[in-house]
Protein backbone atom coordinates (compact mmCIF):
# COMPACT_ATOMS: atom_id res chain seq x y z
CA UNK A 1 0.00 0.00 0.00
CA UNK A 2 1.65 3.79 -1.07
CA UNK A 3 0.97 6.76 0.73
CA UNK A 4 -1.74 7.98 -1.79
CA UNK A 5 -3.90 4.80 -0.88
CA UNK A 6 -3.16 4.95 2.73
CA UNK A 7 -4.00 8.54 3.24
CA UNK A 8 -7.22 8.00 1.69
CA UNK A 9 -8.58 5.22 4.46
CA UNK A 10 -6.90 6.81 6.98
CA UNK A 11 -10.68 8.13 8.43
CA UNK A 12 -12.05 4.33 7.87
CA UNK A 13 -9.88 3.31 9.62
CA UNK A 14 -9.92 5.10 12.36
CA UNK A 15 -13.90 5.08 12.35
CA UNK A 16 -13.67 0.94 12.24
CA UNK A 17 -14.88 0.36 9.12
CA UNK A 18 -12.30 -1.56 6.77
CA UNK A 19 -12.44 -5.16 6.84
CA UNK A 20 -9.79 -7.25 8.23
CA UNK A 21 -7.21 -7.42 5.40
CA UNK A 22 -8.08 -3.48 4.70
CA UNK A 23 -7.05 -2.95 8.71
CA UNK A 24 -3.78 -5.17 8.31
CA UNK A 25 -2.02 -3.40 5.36
CA UNK A 26 -2.85 0.04 6.63
CA UNK A 27 -1.31 -0.93 10.02
CA UNK A 28 1.76 -2.93 8.28
CA UNK A 29 1.62 0.50 6.28
CA UNK A 30 2.01 2.75 8.92
CA UNK A 31 4.92 0.72 10.86
CA UNK A 32 6.55 1.62 8.02
CA UNK A 33 5.53 5.16 7.19
CA UNK A 34 5.60 8.17 10.03
CA UNK A 35 3.63 10.10 7.77
CA UNK A 36 1.01 8.56 7.52
CA UNK A 37 1.25 7.42 11.55
CA UNK A 38 1.35 10.79 12.55
CA UNK A 39 -1.60 11.74 10.21
CA UNK A 40 -3.77 9.06 11.81
CA UNK A 41 -2.76 10.26 15.66
CA UNK A 42 -4.08 13.75 14.41
CA UNK A 43 -7.36 12.38 13.44
CA UNK A 44 -7.37 10.31 16.49
CA UNK A 45 -6.66 13.56 18.35
CA UNK A 46 -9.22 15.56 17.02
CA UNK A 47 -11.66 12.85 16.71
CA UNK A 48 -11.39 12.75 20.71
CA UNK A 49 -11.67 16.53 20.72
CA UNK A 50 -14.44 16.69 19.18
CA UNK A 51 -16.16 13.81 20.63
CA UNK A 52 -15.27 14.50 24.24
CA UNK A 53 -15.98 18.02 24.48
CA UNK A 54 -19.66 18.29 25.31
CA UNK A 55 -20.56 19.39 21.80
CA UNK A 56 -23.84 16.81 21.92
CA UNK A 57 -26.67 19.42 22.40
CA UNK A 58 -29.72 17.86 24.56
CA UNK A 59 -33.20 18.81 23.69
CA UNK A 60 -34.47 21.02 25.92
CA UNK A 61 -37.67 19.85 28.42
CA UNK A 62 -39.78 21.81 27.39
CA UNK A 63 -39.91 20.77 23.68
CA UNK A 64 -40.72 17.40 24.71
CA UNK A 65 -43.68 18.87 26.31
CA UNK A 66 -44.64 20.93 23.28
CA UNK A 67 -44.31 18.07 20.94
CA UNK A 68 -46.49 16.17 23.13
CA UNK A 69 -49.13 18.90 22.37
CA UNK A 70 -48.73 19.15 19.31
CA UNK A 71 -49.30 15.44 18.44
CA UNK A 72 -52.43 15.75 20.41
CA UNK A 73 -53.73 18.32 18.64
CA UNK A 74 -52.99 16.34 15.19
CA UNK A 75 -54.85 13.56 16.89
CA UNK A 76 -57.73 15.34 17.57
CA UNK A 77 -57.57 16.80 13.95
CA UNK A 78 -57.46 13.73 12.10
CA UNK A 79 -60.41 12.00 14.09
CA UNK A 80 -62.90 14.90 14.53
CA UNK A 81 -65.68 12.63 16.25
CA UNK A 82 -67.32 14.35 18.77
CA UNK A 83 -68.38 11.18 20.21
CA UNK A 84 -65.65 9.48 21.92
CA UNK A 85 -64.42 11.59 24.87
CA UNK A 86 -61.52 14.09 24.36
CA UNK A 87 -59.24 12.33 26.79
CA UNK A 88 -59.23 9.15 24.61
CA UNK A 89 -57.33 11.22 22.00
CA UNK A 90 -55.04 12.80 24.79
CA UNK A 91 -54.28 8.99 25.70
CA UNK A 92 -53.21 7.70 22.29
CA UNK A 93 -51.03 11.08 21.22
CA UNK A 94 -49.43 9.48 24.54
CA UNK A 95 -49.24 6.28 23.28
CA UNK A 96 -47.94 7.78 19.96
CA UNK A 97 -45.23 9.67 22.24
CA UNK A 98 -44.34 6.46 23.73
CA UNK A 99 -44.52 4.48 20.71
CA UNK A 100 -41.90 6.55 18.89
CA UNK A 101 -39.82 6.60 22.03
CA UNK A 102 -39.53 3.52 21.90
CA UNK A 103 -38.56 3.07 17.73
CA UNK A 104 -35.65 5.25 18.68
CA UNK A 105 -34.23 3.44 21.19
CA UNK A 106 -34.97 -0.39 20.96
CA UNK A 107 -33.72 -0.83 17.46
CA UNK A 108 -30.77 0.07 19.04
CA UNK A 109 -31.16 -2.41 22.05
CA UNK A 110 -31.98 -4.90 19.73
CA UNK A 111 -29.58 -4.77 17.31
CA UNK A 112 -26.42 -4.78 19.56
CA UNK A 113 -27.56 -7.50 21.74
CA UNK A 114 -28.17 -10.90 21.15
CA UNK A 115 -27.37 -12.29 18.24
CA UNK A 116 -24.97 -9.08 16.46
CA UNK A 117 -22.97 -9.95 19.80
CA UNK A 118 -22.33 -13.67 19.02
CA UNK A 119 -21.67 -12.65 15.43
CA UNK A 120 -18.77 -10.00 16.45
CA UNK A 121 -17.27 -13.30 18.71
CA UNK A 122 -18.22 -15.59 15.62
CA UNK A 123 -16.11 -12.78 13.33
CA UNK A 124 -12.91 -12.11 15.63
CA UNK A 125 -12.84 -15.73 16.42
CA UNK A 126 -12.61 -16.68 12.51
CA UNK A 127 -10.07 -13.73 12.15
CA UNK A 128 -8.47 -14.75 14.95
CA UNK A 129 -7.91 -18.52 13.68
CA UNK A 130 -6.27 -17.00 10.57
CA UNK A 131 -4.21 -14.31 11.34
CA UNK A 132 -2.30 -16.61 14.36
CA UNK A 133 -1.82 -18.98 12.34
CA UNK A 134 -4.21 -21.22 14.70
CA UNK A 135 -6.85 -23.58 12.92
CA UNK A 136 -7.13 -26.38 14.73
CA UNK A 137 -5.42 -28.05 17.76
CA UNK A 138 -6.77 -31.48 16.54
CA UNK A 139 -5.27 -31.36 12.79
CA UNK A 140 -6.83 -34.22 11.08
CA UNK A 141 -9.57 -35.13 8.45
CA UNK A 142 -10.45 -37.85 10.02
CA UNK A 143 -13.91 -37.54 11.97
CA UNK A 144 -12.90 -40.26 13.99
CA UNK A 145 -9.59 -38.58 15.37
CA UNK A 146 -11.53 -35.00 15.46
CA UNK A 147 -14.82 -36.18 17.76
CA UNK A 148 -13.30 -37.56 20.52
CA UNK A 149 -10.30 -35.26 21.03
CA UNK A 150 -13.11 -33.36 22.09
CA UNK A 151 -13.97 -35.76 25.14
CA UNK A 152 -13.26 -34.50 28.57
CA UNK A 153 -12.30 -30.76 26.79
CA UNK A 154 -16.30 -30.28 26.15
CA UNK A 155 -19.45 -30.81 28.18
CA UNK A 156 -21.02 -31.88 25.15
CA UNK A 157 -20.30 -34.25 22.05
CA UNK A 158 -20.16 -31.62 18.68
CA UNK A 159 -21.27 -33.92 15.38
CA UNK A 160 -18.01 -34.12 12.91
CA UNK A 161 -18.30 -35.08 9.58
CA UNK A 162 -16.06 -35.24 6.87
CA UNK A 163 -17.26 -33.27 3.21
CA UNK A 164 -13.92 -33.96 1.01
CA UNK A 165 -16.00 -35.62 -1.67
CA UNK A 166 -17.80 -32.99 -2.02
CA UNK A 167 -14.75 -30.54 -2.21
CA UNK A 168 -14.93 -29.34 1.73
CA UNK A 169 -12.14 -31.23 3.56
CA UNK A 170 -12.06 -31.34 7.44
CA UNK A 171 -8.89 -29.47 8.24
CA UNK A 172 -9.49 -30.64 11.78
CA UNK A 173 -10.95 -29.10 15.28
CA UNK A 174 -10.23 -26.83 17.74
CA UNK A 175 -11.53 -25.71 21.16
CA UNK A 176 -12.82 -21.56 21.06
CA UNK A 177 -14.68 -19.32 23.57
CA UNK A 178 -17.91 -17.55 22.29
CA UNK A 179 -21.00 -16.12 24.06
CA UNK A 180 -19.14 -17.10 27.49
CA UNK A 181 -18.63 -20.66 26.91
CA UNK A 182 -15.90 -22.93 25.50
CA UNK A 183 -17.11 -24.28 22.13
CA UNK A 184 -16.53 -26.41 19.27
CA UNK A 185 -15.08 -24.90 16.54
CA UNK A 186 -14.87 -27.61 13.23
CA UNK A 187 -12.09 -26.48 10.38
CA UNK A 188 -13.23 -26.97 6.53
CA UNK A 189 -11.74 -25.55 3.51
CA UNK A 190 -12.77 -24.96 0.00
CA UNK A 191 -9.75 -24.69 -2.41
CA UNK A 192 -7.95 -21.76 -1.04
CA UNK A 193 -10.82 -20.27 1.51
CA UNK A 194 -11.24 -21.65 5.08
CA UNK A 195 -14.56 -21.91 7.16
CA UNK A 196 -15.25 -22.55 10.77
CA UNK A 197 -18.40 -24.32 11.70
CA UNK A 198 -18.56 -22.58 15.78
CA UNK A 199 -20.77 -25.80 17.72
CA UNK A 200 -22.42 -25.27 21.33
CA UNK A 201 -25.55 -26.68 22.69
CA UNK A 202 -28.65 -24.14 22.92
CA UNK A 203 -30.41 -22.83 25.67
CA UNK A 204 -33.74 -24.23 24.63
CA UNK A 205 -34.93 -27.07 22.01
CA UNK A 206 -36.36 -24.59 20.08
CA UNK A 207 -35.26 -24.99 16.43
CA UNK A 208 -34.75 -22.04 14.24
CA UNK A 209 -33.71 -21.94 10.27
CA UNK A 210 -30.78 -20.62 9.22
CA UNK A 211 -30.28 -16.80 8.71
CA UNK A 212 -27.13 -14.83 7.17
CA UNK A 213 -25.23 -12.24 8.50
CA UNK A 214 -23.32 -10.01 6.50
CA UNK A 215 -20.01 -8.42 8.05
CA UNK A 216 -17.02 -6.73 6.73
CA UNK A 217 -17.07 -8.85 3.59
CA UNK A 218 -17.72 -12.50 5.83
CA UNK A 219 -20.80 -14.37 5.38
CA UNK A 220 -22.01 -15.72 8.95
CA UNK A 221 -24.83 -18.77 8.80
CA UNK A 222 -26.48 -19.62 12.08
CA UNK A 223 -29.29 -21.98 13.19
CA UNK A 224 -30.34 -23.82 15.69
CA UNK A 225 -31.06 -27.68 15.29
CA UNK A 226 -31.04 -30.88 17.18
CA UNK A 227 -30.06 -28.62 20.73
CA UNK A 228 -27.17 -27.27 19.36
CA UNK A 229 -26.51 -23.91 18.08
CA UNK A 230 -24.30 -23.28 14.74
CA UNK A 231 -22.50 -20.59 13.32
CA UNK A 232 -20.75 -21.15 10.09
CA UNK A 233 -18.39 -18.40 9.06
CA UNK A 234 -16.19 -17.82 5.75
CA UNK A 235 -14.97 -15.31 3.20
CA UNK A 236 -16.09 -17.63 0.30
CA UNK A 237 -18.48 -17.70 -2.17
CA UNK A 238 -22.14 -17.08 -0.70
CA UNK A 239 -23.68 -19.49 -3.21
CA UNK A 240 -21.28 -22.13 -2.15
CA UNK A 241 -20.93 -21.47 1.94
CA UNK A 242 -25.11 -21.87 1.26
CA UNK A 243 -24.33 -24.92 -0.38
CA UNK A 244 -22.12 -26.17 2.44
CA UNK A 245 -24.64 -24.96 5.05
CA UNK A 246 -27.06 -26.98 3.65
CA UNK A 247 -24.91 -30.23 3.93
CA UNK A 248 -24.07 -29.83 7.40
CA UNK A 249 -27.81 -28.99 7.93
CA UNK A 250 -28.67 -32.40 6.55
CA UNK A 251 -25.71 -34.41 7.60
CA UNK A 252 -26.53 -33.08 11.38
CA UNK A 253 -29.86 -34.56 10.55
CA UNK A 254 -29.06 -37.99 9.46
CA UNK A 255 -26.49 -38.32 12.52
CA UNK A 256 -29.40 -37.62 14.86
CA UNK A 257 -31.55 -39.71 13.53
CA UNK B 1 -34.86 12.94 21.06
CA UNK B 2 -31.88 14.57 21.89
CA UNK B 3 -30.47 12.66 18.98
CA UNK B 4 -33.28 14.43 16.32
CA UNK B 5 -32.27 17.62 18.56
CA UNK B 6 -28.64 17.55 18.10
CA UNK B 7 -28.50 17.11 14.50
CA UNK B 8 -31.24 19.91 13.75
CA UNK B 9 -29.11 22.00 16.29
CA UNK B 10 -26.06 21.52 14.18
CA UNK B 11 -27.60 21.87 10.98
CA UNK B 12 -30.05 25.33 11.55
CA UNK B 13 -27.15 26.55 13.99
CA UNK B 14 -29.76 27.81 16.72
CA UNK B 15 -31.60 27.01 19.14
CA UNK B 16 -35.24 27.95 18.26
CA UNK B 17 -35.35 26.70 14.58
CA UNK B 18 -33.70 23.46 16.19
CA UNK B 19 -36.79 23.04 18.29
CA UNK B 20 -39.41 23.89 14.94
CA UNK B 21 -37.38 21.26 13.15
CA UNK B 22 -37.57 18.31 15.50
CA UNK B 23 -41.39 19.52 16.08
CA UNK B 24 -42.36 19.15 12.36
CA UNK B 25 -40.07 16.20 12.16
CA UNK B 26 -41.97 14.19 14.96
CA UNK B 27 -45.49 15.46 13.25
CA UNK B 28 -44.36 13.83 9.83
CA UNK B 29 -42.79 10.73 11.15
CA UNK B 30 -46.66 10.37 13.34
CA UNK B 31 -48.17 11.04 9.94
CA UNK B 32 -45.91 8.72 7.88
CA UNK B 33 -45.16 6.11 10.31
CA UNK B 34 -47.62 3.81 8.28
CA UNK B 35 -45.16 4.12 5.53
CA UNK B 36 -42.00 3.21 7.52
CA UNK B 37 -41.22 -0.57 6.39
CA UNK B 38 -37.56 -0.30 7.61
CA UNK B 39 -35.77 -2.13 10.37
CA UNK B 40 -33.78 1.19 11.49
CA UNK B 41 -36.22 3.71 13.06
CA UNK B 42 -33.10 5.47 14.60
CA UNK B 43 -32.10 6.17 11.37
CA UNK B 44 -35.58 7.00 9.55
CA UNK B 45 -36.22 9.22 12.20
CA UNK B 46 -33.14 11.26 11.53
CA UNK B 47 -33.52 11.01 7.93
CA UNK B 48 -36.94 12.83 8.52
CA UNK B 49 -35.44 15.24 10.65
CA UNK B 50 -32.47 16.25 8.18
CA UNK B 51 -34.50 16.22 4.89
CA UNK B 52 -36.88 19.31 7.30
CA UNK B 53 -33.52 21.06 8.39
CA UNK B 54 -32.74 21.30 4.14
CA UNK B 55 -35.62 22.00 3.01
CA UNK B 56 -35.36 24.71 5.74
CA UNK B 57 -32.13 25.98 4.72
CA UNK B 58 -32.96 25.98 1.42
CA UNK B 59 -35.21 28.41 1.63
CA UNK B 60 -33.38 30.39 4.57
CA UNK B 61 -29.91 30.01 4.17
CA UNK B 62 -29.65 28.47 0.06
CA UNK B 63 -25.77 29.51 -0.49
CA UNK B 64 -24.73 27.39 2.17
CA UNK B 65 -25.58 23.95 0.58
CA UNK B 66 -23.37 24.72 -2.42
CA UNK B 67 -20.38 23.56 -0.98
CA UNK B 68 -18.66 20.24 -2.63
CA UNK B 69 -15.07 21.70 -2.72
CA UNK B 70 -12.11 19.38 -2.83
CA UNK B 71 -10.12 19.79 0.34
CA UNK B 72 -7.12 18.00 0.41
CA UNK B 73 -6.83 15.80 2.66
CA UNK B 74 -3.14 14.24 2.99
CA UNK B 75 -1.23 14.83 6.00
CA UNK B 76 1.50 17.41 5.79
CA UNK B 77 3.89 17.72 9.45
CA UNK B 78 1.89 20.86 11.15
CA UNK B 79 3.99 22.00 13.79
CA UNK B 80 0.36 23.92 15.41
CA UNK B 81 -1.42 20.76 15.23
CA UNK B 82 1.05 17.96 16.96
CA UNK B 83 -1.63 16.08 19.01
CA UNK B 84 1.25 16.00 21.78
CA UNK B 85 1.94 19.58 21.69
CA UNK B 86 0.93 22.10 24.43
CA UNK B 87 -1.17 24.52 21.56
CA UNK B 88 -3.32 21.98 20.52
CA UNK B 89 -4.49 21.13 24.15
CA UNK B 90 -5.66 24.59 24.27
CA UNK B 91 -8.50 23.94 22.10
CA UNK B 92 -11.52 24.24 23.70
CA UNK B 93 -14.88 23.46 23.12
CA UNK B 94 -15.79 26.94 21.63
CA UNK B 95 -13.20 26.83 19.26
CA UNK B 96 -14.37 23.37 18.01
CA UNK B 97 -17.96 24.40 17.88
CA UNK B 98 -16.98 27.45 15.59
CA UNK B 99 -14.98 25.30 12.95
CA UNK B 100 -17.64 22.45 12.55
CA UNK B 101 -20.24 25.41 12.53
CA UNK B 102 -18.06 26.89 9.21
CA UNK B 103 -18.11 23.64 7.65
CA UNK B 104 -20.78 23.34 4.68
CA UNK B 105 -23.90 21.81 5.93
CA UNK B 106 -22.75 18.19 4.47
CA UNK B 107 -19.57 17.87 5.92
CA UNK B 108 -21.08 19.05 8.61
CA UNK B 109 -23.84 16.43 9.08
CA UNK B 110 -21.48 13.78 8.59
CA UNK B 111 -19.41 14.74 11.52
CA UNK B 112 -22.08 14.95 13.62
CA UNK B 113 -23.82 11.95 13.05
CA UNK B 114 -20.33 10.37 13.32
CA UNK B 115 -18.32 11.86 15.92
CA UNK B 116 -21.28 12.85 18.01
CA UNK B 117 -24.06 9.89 17.60
CA UNK B 118 -21.94 7.12 16.87
CA UNK B 119 -23.63 6.34 13.77
CA UNK B 120 -21.72 3.96 11.21
CA UNK B 121 -20.94 4.87 7.70
CA UNK B 122 -24.16 2.42 6.51
CA UNK B 123 -26.66 4.47 8.54
CA UNK B 124 -25.00 7.81 7.73
CA UNK B 125 -25.63 6.65 3.98
CA UNK B 126 -28.97 5.85 4.92
CA UNK B 127 -29.63 9.22 6.48
CA UNK B 128 -27.68 11.30 3.72
CA UNK B 129 -29.35 9.19 0.98
CA UNK B 130 -25.82 9.18 -0.35
CA UNK B 131 -23.72 6.10 -0.99
CA UNK B 132 -21.75 4.61 1.53
CA UNK B 133 -17.93 6.05 -0.46
CA UNK B 134 -19.03 9.58 -0.11
CA UNK B 135 -20.27 9.25 3.16
CA UNK B 136 -16.29 8.38 3.27
CA UNK B 137 -14.96 11.04 1.42
CA UNK B 138 -17.09 13.64 3.40
CA UNK B 139 -15.76 12.63 6.87
CA UNK B 140 -12.00 12.20 5.23
CA UNK B 141 -12.52 16.17 3.72
CA UNK B 142 -14.26 17.41 6.87
CA UNK B 143 -11.87 16.18 9.28
CA UNK B 144 -8.93 17.41 7.19
CA UNK B 145 -10.75 20.84 6.94
CA UNK B 146 -11.34 21.04 10.82
CA UNK B 147 -7.92 20.20 11.15
CA UNK B 148 -6.70 22.85 8.92
CA UNK B 149 -9.25 25.61 10.93
CA UNK B 150 -8.08 24.76 13.96
CA UNK B 151 -4.53 25.20 13.47
CA UNK B 152 -4.92 28.55 11.75
CA UNK B 153 -6.80 29.60 14.68
CA UNK B 154 -4.36 28.34 16.78
CA UNK B 155 -1.82 30.49 15.21
CA UNK B 156 -3.41 33.80 15.40
CA UNK B 157 -3.58 33.11 19.46
CA UNK B 158 0.51 32.02 19.20
Known sequence: ?257 | MDAAYNIARWLTRNERDAEDMVQESYLRAFKFFDAFTGVNARAWLLTIVRNTCYTWLQQNRGRELMTEFDEKIHSEQNEAWDPAAQAAKEIDGRMLTQAIEALPAEYREAVVLRDLEGLSYKEIAEVAAVPVGTVMSRLARARARLKRLLTERLKEKA
Open chain 1, 1 to 257: MNCEAAQNLLDAYLDGELDPPGRLEIERHMQDCGLCAHGYEERRALQRAVGGSGLRYKAPAELQQKIRFALRREANAEKPSRTVPRRWFAAAASVAIAALALLVVLPFMRGRAGDDLVAREVLAGHVRSLMANHLADVPSSDKHTVKPWFNGKLDFSPPVEDFAAQGFPLIGGRLDYIDNRPVAALVYQRRKHFINVFVWPASSDKQSPATIIERQGYDLFHWTKGGMNYWVVSDLEQNDLRNFVDMLQTEAAAVKS
